[in-house]
């Protein structure tokens, strides 16, 4: 908020003719979180169309592609709610967080979702083939996001303010995936 209002002030200076140099830490941490969430911006949308096309080609169905997708999407949508809630913010570390938590968050629905399309080939009755997916995939999948989650804890002794609230932020949105 300082920065914003030091930039408006700017801004009218300039407009005047003077040159008007910004310097600090403030400013800086403005600065780099601004080009984080621009960097942010443009490489999600590249990385949800690889994400798609890959789906596509490893399920070879639309419908498994969207329910992992839609996994992906909703824990990310979950994870940054509830860094809201609590009132933490985003840093110029955890602006990553979207990225790489919809890419690791999706990695347990593509277990799902082929393991489901080959237990159709040997029962096919949907309820069934899911009923058996489930008890196959149960505790490899839940020891799988443990093991990351308690991988993400560890940044907790990082020296680096930022650091510690990535693993934080991680660890809640891989157990939510």
């Not at 992992?68 to 990310?76: I, Q």
């Not at 009755?125 to 989650?149: E, G, H, N, V």
Request: net charge positive; with cysteine; glycine share 6%.
């Amino acid at each position: 908020l300082l920065v914003e209002q030091l930039e408006t002030v700017a801004s009218v200076a300039t407009e005047m003719g003077f040159r008007i140099d910004m310097v600090g830490q403030p400013v800086f941490s403005v600065a780099i979180n601004r080009l984080t969430s621009y960097e942010t911006s443009r490489t999600f949308p590249l990385a949800g169309i690889a994400a798609l096309v890959i789906l596509l080609l490893l399920l070879r169905s639309w419908r498994a592609t969207v329910v992992v997708l839609m996994g992906g999407a909703f824990t990310l949508l979950l994870t940054l709610a509830i860094v809201q809630l609590l009132g933490w913010k985003l840093n110029l570390i955890t602006t990553s967080l979207p990225l790489v938590l919809f890419v690791l968050s999706i990695a347990n629905g593509i277990h799902i979702a082929s393991r489901f399309q080959r237990n159709l080939i040997d029962v096919p009755d949907r309820q069934d083939a899911m009923r058996k997916t489930q008890r196959d995939l149960a505790t490899s999948c839940a020891l799988s996001s443990l093991t990351t989650a308690l991988g993400f804890l560890s940044l907790l002794v990082a020296n680096l303010d930022g650091i510690v609230q990535m693993g934080i932020y991680m660890s809640l949105g891989i157990v939510l995936s």
